[in-house]
């Protein structure tokens, strides 16, 4: 885990299948099951997964450049 500033990056892949979810370290399916290092899994169903209001992707990090 990067940290710069204060904000938190982790790496996921996103999985397309099963067999390549199961192969990653760090991972997340479509579904928004997330694999964590040590063969952890995690999944939070409370919140619609297409909720565009709970992404964090698409900002942008202006400035938290160099």
Not at 1 to 8: E, H, I
Not at 29 to 48: C, F, H, M, N, S
Request: glycine share 10%.
């Amino acid at each position: 885990m990067d940290q710069t500033k204060g904000v938190a990056t982790i790496q996921y892949c996103c999985c397309e299948t099963h067999e390549q979810f199961r192969r990653e370290t760090r991972g997340i399916t479509r579904a928004g099951q997330i694999k964590l290092p040590g063969d952890r899994y995690e999944k939070d169903d409370r919140y619609v997964i297409n909720d565009r209001s709970r992404f964090d992707l698409g900002w942008s990090n202006v400035e938290f450049g160099p």
